[in-house]
């Protein structure tokens, strides 16, 4: 709502009503700021109200954003008055001097407002109001102190300037911003980017921008109080207009300094190379630097515009159609002809060629062969982020089709960038982009130095693992710690004490304790400790676990064991546990406090984060069924509070997800089963994809982990049912789906359990499906002496592999 008024009892302003009813109009407009009016009858715009009409408009304003959980925008344009620590806003009908009797209290109703309607969700003020008797920054203050009693979230931008020098520039240098955008302005515009912009603009007037979490001052407001979409012609062309990694690349380059070797990577890529590595260890820069390749107005020089037409961030959780999707959608608003080629490819599909097509040759590959002949616009280059993060599965079939892309000779005109951990990653890389220490070019063939071995506090833990909470919080078990001593060669002796949970040892960063040691796994082993008993697991590692000389799978740890991890070593020493920390009191049957809401709500967000982002929605299901914050805006209402602790895509948004990327804390076991299943019961509830439908941003989530949830939570009947529930319309990628779930299935319960025979019979029944009858077949036969054997005769799975045989076979 834009309240644009004169007072009658001061000079008139010359650029009222036209100022508001420009900033109105970008405001509803909604391909800028995709508002709607606040107002029951539309109005979106109130132009010299008296104070009992603009009263009544706010009341109602209110009171419809808070019942639609939605933000409210509120600008003033016109005259304000201070009085003592007071700000009043002078209508039509007020006379001087001010008093509250008279004239509108501003601030002061805004704050009865917001503590009234508890479920509005944040609010934006942007204030043009000339005044006399008190600077901007000093207004801006009074203004923080008043509204922030109420304890909601807001953000406030103001402009003031003095009465004689008034002239509305704030309100039309606003417009214009919002109308033309600005290059170097990311995907969203808040009031932290129209300060620095207006401030250039508007040289008279003194720009102040101060933000409330609900709690304190916060220099970033919520991620989710924007004002509109950034217009600019160079952000809309670009491959971020509307990319979920829009956020994290903003962030990536936010004061940004070019680097020497981006202008290498630019100039392989403007030259002879068709796939580009950019390789280093974690946190060395490249997923900078590729974040730089996609905002040319960031990288200087170094980058012409509109280079990039295509980035991809990809995330742990995401499937092969969805990375498939993604880049399908930029490549069609980027590439001429990309989306009628993909038309044509597709309708020119039989039968068989279809269920024999992958996710990337429907999405991707098929479109650019049908494309090529007519291509004349010179190279097409798609960046890739995430490789290292992705499921091993889909990260090996991403792999696969990158090679596929910088090999096929009708593919030429395709470049592509990748960033990535691994120099060993994609063997047909033309030219790497080393981010290692010593900053060279690294050529394929090369070999890497030799990393000096020692040991490193890592980060506390991967998402999904987790340790003691803070001292103080009201499940935190009191525990003596056992104690690591670490030893490696050359180095020395690395004490660690031991939490309740989980500790993972290994060369990863992601690992809790990183050995730098290259004969150690990047992710080893792990130590579960309960204060008592210590089990040591394998995690898969290349040169095995040794506990006191022998290799071991797992075992129980005792005082002054030995275990050898590559060169190193670990020894384990028990101290006498202090305290027990019971579940209940036994002797009065108190149970455990219960977490706090807010305490339900991040541990949901840890537990999700290995999963990738969350969409909001069903990360709200969850939370009310596990007792954390029932409703969307409350939620948010944390999240703001959390900060940079969180990444948030689309944020303020329905199609909002959110990632935890701050540090990890414990989640007890028995409560991160508990959450994992809400979690799962949440997305269980999103209904499956049907027909040709184009699949929902919590269909695309659901299909890709409501099996995962199910699982974590120990139910693996669930979590297959989910499976054949969430099938994908494509053969290939249900084949390959259920490939890696039988590889899981046989690795986490063995080769002759139910549930592993059940995923193996899966597979077979697919890749058939998938035009390859024949290995179908070879498998179900080579299956069945398997699952008769270990079932029994007359078991119902059995009876399922049979029928499936003589399926196949007849159609062999």
């Known amino acids: 709502m834009v309240v644009a008024s004169q007072c009658e009892a001061l000079n008139l302003l010359s650029f009222l009503p036209d100022a508001g009813k420009q900033l109105s109009s970008a405001l509803l407009d909604p391909g800028i700021g995709g508002c709607v009016p606040a107002l029951a009858d539309g109005r979106g715009l109130l132009v010299d109200p008296t104070m009992v009409e603009l009263d009544d408009a706010l009341v109602e304003a209110f009171e419809r954003a808070s019942e639609d959980e939605a933000t409210l925008f509120l600008s003033l344009v016109g005259h304000g008055e201070y009085a003592d620590d007071d700000f009043y806003f002078l209508t039509k009908d007020t006379s001087l001097p001010v008093d509250s009797r008279k004239s509108f209290l501003f601030a002061q109703r805004i704050k009865e407002l917001l503590g009234r309607y508890s479920t509005l969700d944040g609010l934006v003020i942007l204030l043009d109001t000339c005044h006399a ?33 008034a002239n509305g520039c704030f309100s039309r240098s606003l417009v214009t911003v919002l109308r033309s955008g600005h290059e170097s302005l990311g995907e969203r515009v808040r009031c932290a980017d129209l300060k620095r912009v207006i401030a250039g603009l508007c040289p008279l007037q003194t720009a102040v921008h101060l933000g409330f979490d609900g709690t304190r001052e916060v220099t970033e407001a919520d991620q989710g109080l924007w004002i509109a979409l950034n217009s600019s012609p160079a952000w809309r062309r670009s491959p971020l207009a509307g990319n979920p990694a829009a956020p994290l690349i903003e962030r990536l380059t936010k004061d940004y300094e070019p680097d020497p070797r981006l202008g290498k990577t630019v100039g392989h890529l403007l030259t002879g190379a068709r796939l580009v590595a950019i390789t280093g260890a974690e946190r060395s820069g490249k997923s900078t630097m590729l974040a730089a390749l996609a905002r040319p107005s960031v990288a200087g020089a170094y980058v012409p515009p509109e280079f990039l037409h295509a980035v991809l961030f990809a995330t742990r959780g995401q499937s092969a159609e969805q990375l498939a999707r993604e880049l399908a ?27 024999r097509a992958s996710a990337f040759d429907l999405a991707l590959l098929g479109p650019l062969r049908t494309l090529a002949p007519q291509w004349t616009d010179g190279h097409v280059r798609i960046a890739v982020d995430g490789l290292d993060d992705l499921d091993p599965d889909v990260g090996a079939r991403l792999s696969d089709f990158l090679r596929i892309l910088s090999a096929d000779p009708a593919l030429e005109w395709v470049k592509t960038v990748l960033a990535t951990r691994e120099r060993n990653t994609l063997t047909a890389a033309a030219v790497t982009v080393d981010m290692y220490a010593t900053g060279r070019t690294w050529v394929s ?140 009191d036994e002797s009065t049957g108190a149970a455990a406090s219960p977490l706090p809401a807010r305490a339900i709500l991040l541990d949901l967000l840890q ?63 028995d409560a991160a089963t508990r959450l994992r299943l809400r979690l799962a019961e949440a997305t269980s509830e999103v209904a499956p994809v049907t027909g040709d439908d184009e699949p929902t941003l919590e269909q695309s989530y659901a299909a890709a982990n409501e099996a995962e949830y199910f699982w974590f939570a120990g139910l693996h009947e669930d979590a297959l049912q989910a499976l054949e529930r969430r099938a994908s319309p494509l053969p290939v990628e249900n084949r390959e789906r259920w490939a890696a779930w039988a590889y899981r299935a046989a690795r986490q319960l063995g080769e002759t359990h139910r549930i592993t025979l059940r995923c193996k019979a899966r597979h077979a029944t697919w890749t058939g499906k998938a035009g390859d009858a024949a290995t179908a077949l070879r498998r179900l036969e080579e299956l069945l002496p398997v699952v008769t054997a270990t079932l029994g005769e007359g078991d119902e799975d059995v009876v399922s592999v049979r029928d499936d045989i003589a399926f196949w076979s007849a159609r062999k």
């Not at 901007?136 to 807001?154: D, S, T």
């Not at 944020?651 to 909002?656: D, M, P, R, T």
Request: glycine share 10%.
């Open 133 to 165: 008797g008190i600077g901007a920054m000093q207004a801006g203050r009074r203004w923080l102190r008043i509204v922030g009693e109420a304890g909601k979230r807001f953000d406030l931008l103001t402009a003031s300037d003095d009465r004689v020098a």
């Open 329 to 355: 959608r930029q490549l069609r608003r980027t590439v001429p002809g990309f989306g009628e080629a993909g038309e044509r490819f597709s309708s020119g599909l039989d039968d068989d060629a279809r269920s």
């Open 445 to 584: 063939g090369d070999h890497a130095q030799p990393v000096r071995t020692q040991v490193v506090a890592g980060r506390p833990l991967p998402a999904g693992e987790h340790q003691r909470p803070p001292e103080g919080s009201p499940t935190s078990p009191k525990l003596t710690p056992g104690t690591l001593i670490i030893d490696v060669p050359g180095q020395p002796p690395v004490k660690h004490e031991l939490s309740y949970g989980l500790v993972t040892l290994g060369r990863s960063r992601k690992a809790a304790l990183r050995l730098t040691d290259s004969r150690v796994s990047r992710l080893h082993c792990e130590i579960r400790w309960d204060g008592e008993t210590a089990w040591l697991s394998d995690l898969d590692s290349a040169n095995g676990t040794f506990l006191n000389g022998h290799r071991v799978l797992n075992a129980v740890l005792t005082h002054r064991d030995v275990v050898r991890l590559g060169d190193s070593t670990v020894t384990f020493i028990s101290v006498t546990q202090e305290e027990r920390w019971p579940e209940a």
């Open 607 to 669: 537990l999700a984060a290995v999963r990738g982002p969350i969409p909001i929605s069903i990360l709200t299901k969850a939370s009310a069924a596990g007792g954390g914050p029932d409703r969307r805006v409350h939620v948010r209402d944390v999240l703001a509070e959390l900060g940079a602790s969180v990444s948030r895509a689309r944020a303020g948004l329905a199609e909002e997800t959110v990632l935890w990327t701050g540090k990890t804390s414990l989640t007890f076991p």
